[in-house]
């Protein structure tokens, strides 16, 4: 194996100086402060025995009381006893004999043992204490201030050890750091300001510079690797000037094409709608490569047939269209039958349309079986596969970022509406039902029980339609398509109506904008409520239909129909849909039907029937 580097071995030697300089320290203080750890301690219970000395003494001077006859002062006696041996003090104290504070408080303890408890058991309760009493206690109580001023100066001089220590520590990490920097300057920075600047001279051309650096380490190595790198691209450089001048040549016979893809990476990202924004650029790349027609076919994972979403060339309007205003792609038969197309000596090329992992769509591409397909028309027309692919690609992510957003909106909204409105017209409901139970009689009976009525009647119908508006605001998308719900939501009231609901459905694939669908499903669902729960039918048939240019939905039913063309009283459903409606840009018609029954008919023109919504050019 090989030695490490020398840059390397100094930066692991200051690092290992710095890392022991701090375990150093660290273990010197932790030892430090486990050996005052209890002195704290040691000290109050300290100072507690000298008061407790001249408690015991006053109490045995005091008259005699039944708490304070002899077997008190025995008791009392005892307990400080156990005080002055207490662990909080011998904790405090070394086992070393010889200590200092080992020989204090031995000697405390004779004196306790021999002087003071003697005198204290001896002497009469209530008689005066004399004065070897009072001397034998005092001489005892500045012993134990000497044990307290001894434990006070330990824990002194521990705790200015650690600061010595640790200002050690500090000075000796400072000048560790202080080296590094001398070291860094003078190893590390100074050759790399020498390797800059030959970086920044190869950068305007110079390659006459050269580090010249001596030794043996990694910047070293460096210096000499950068001063052959120059050499050789000096040398290489001059090789690549006579490239380029052949290749600039070549380039500006391609000149036109490269504009051309210009213009449409401008015209496709910047006019938002691919149909519009495509369809004049693919037109133009026709008549400069003479080939035609283009079309753009697009995949879906629901459907098991590609959608044509593009043509250039067509002699009827595409179903797609939403502009009928709009001749772009229609053509003449004459012109149509000149067109190299499979019946016509014409060569089809497909290219995918993709992103990593995922297939979008395919570019068909038609072209003269005699002339061929060059190869820098076949790079553009791939380079415009790619740029497709990005379109498609970022439309579809800000479709499903405006679903994900929509139905956060509605969460948040429902939310609000259940934590506030939807509790107080519960506690309005259990405050008229207790109005009920207070059962008052007379001639105000009458006008009591019809005003309860109204208000019940009144909350039961703004409860009901909370409800309604709560279910609504949660109702998400949760399938892959408009289509999958709607089935999902006939299976559902099928079962609620007992039979089964007929659906008939053809919108082509991406037809409509997620706001969209989400509106279109709410006026289906709340039709078929109505159907269901009001109308008594027993027959009711949803149409979704796709009427270029616009959308068609309509739902029938069997049932009683509608009072005098009015709507449902405390019911707002049908104004909730023409609301719907008009947001849609379309409208929506409720009429009874000659036959029997209602029918509700919705018609509004996508916004949305280009693949880049023009929402985004606000975004």
């Excluded at 904790?91 to 003697?118: G, N, V």
């Excluded at 050890?161 to 200002?167: G, K, R, T």
């Excluded at 001398?182 to 190869?202: H, Q, T």
């Excluded at 001048?245 to 691919?274: I, P």
Aim: proline share 4%; hydrophobic share 40%.
């Amino acid at each position: 194996m090989k030695s490490r580097s020398p840059l390397v071995n100094r930066i692991a030697i200051v690092v290992g100086a710095v890392v022991l300089t701090a375990l150093v320290s660290m273990a010197t203080t932790l030892a430090v402060s486990k050996s005052i750890e209890g002195n704290a301690t040691a000290i109050n219970l300290a100072g507690a025995l000298r008061m407790g000395a001249f408690q015991l003494l006053a109490t045995t001077a005091g008259p005699v009381t039944p708490e304070s006859g002899h077997d008190s002062i025995l008791q009392m006696l005892d307990r400080y006893g156990r005080k002055l041996t207490d662990n909080g003090i011998t904790m405090a104290i070394p086992q070393t004999r010889d200590h200092p504070l080992s020989t204090q408080y031995q000697a405390i303890l004779d004196s306790w043992k021999t002087l003071l408890r003697p005198a204290l058991q001896e002497h009469n309760q209530g008689s005066p204490v004399t004065d070897r009493m009072l001397a034998v206690t005092q001489d005892y109580v500045n012993a134990v201030d000497r044990l307290v001023n001894m434990l006070e100066q330990r824990t002194e001089a521990r705790i200015d050890l650690l600061h010595l220590i640790q200002i050690i520590s500090l000075a000796f990490s400072i000048l560790i750091i202080v080296a590094l920097f001398i070291d860094l300057k003078n190893r590390i920075l100074r050759p790399l300001r020498k390797l800059v600047s030959i970086a920044i001279a190869v950068g305007e051309q110079d390659f006459s510079r050269k580090a010249n650096l001596s030794g043996s380490d990694e910047l070293a190595q460096l210096g000499q690797a950068f001063d052959q790198m120059t050499s050789e691209l000096a040398l290489t450089y001059y090789e690549l000037e006579e490239r380029v001048r052949l290749k600039t040549e070549e380039l500006e016979k391609s000149h036109t094409a490269l504009q051309l893809l210009h213009s449409a990476s401008r015209d496709l990202f910047a006019n938002h709608d691919l149909c519009n924004g495509a369809i004049p650029m693919l037109q133009e790349l026709e008549q400069l490569l003479g080939i035609g027609p283009i079309r753009l076919y697009l995949h879906d994972k629901e459907s098991s047939e590609p959608v044509q979403a593009i043509t250039t060339s067509t002699l009827e309007r595409p179903f797609y269209c939403r502009d009928h205003h709009c001749n772009a792609c229609l053509t003449t038969p004459e012109v149509y039958d000149e067109l190299p197309l499979e019946n016509n000596d014409g060569r089809r090329l497909l290219l995918p349309i993709r992103t990593p992992g995922q297939l979008l769509g395919t570019l068909e591409v038609w072209y003269p079986a005699e002339q061929g397909l060059s190869k820098t028309a076949r790079r553009l027309l791939e380079t415009l596969s790619d740029q497709l692919a990005t379109a498609i690609f970022l439309e579809r992510q800000i479709t499903e970022e405006q679903q994900q957003t929509l139905a956060e909106e509605r969460t948040v909204i429902a939310r609000e509406l259940h934590d506030s409105l939807a509790q107080s017209l519960s506690y309005l409901k259990m405050q008229v039902a207790r109005l009920r139970r207070l059962h008052i009689e007379g001639e105000k009976q009458a006008v009591h029980e019809a005003i309860l009525d109204e208000l019940s009647t009144g909350l039961n119908s703004a409860y009901r339609q909370l409800r309604e508006l709560l279910a609504t605001f949660r109702l998400k998308l949760d399938t892959p398509d408009l289509a999958t719900a709607l089935r999902k939501t006939i299976e559902e009231f099928s079962e609620r109506l007992g039979k089964p609901v007929e659906l008939n459905y053809n919108l082509p694939t991406q037809t409509l904008s997620p706001n969209e669908e989400i509106h279109t499903l709410q006026i289906v669902r709340e039709g078929l409520a109505n159907a269901v729960k009001h109308a008594d039918a027993t027959d009711i048939q949803v149409d979704v239909l796709f009427e270029s240019p616009q959308v068609r939905v309509s739902i029938r039913d069997n049932g009683k129909g509608l009072p005098g063309g009015g709507q449902p009283v405390n019911h707002y459903g049908l104004i909730i849909m023409q609301d719907r409606a008009r947001t849609l840009g379309g409208q929506v018609e409720v009429q009874n039907r000659d036959e029997g029954g209602v029918e509700v008919t919705l018609l509004f023109v996508p916004k949305s029937r280009n693949l880049i919504p023009t929402e985004a050019s606000n975004a």
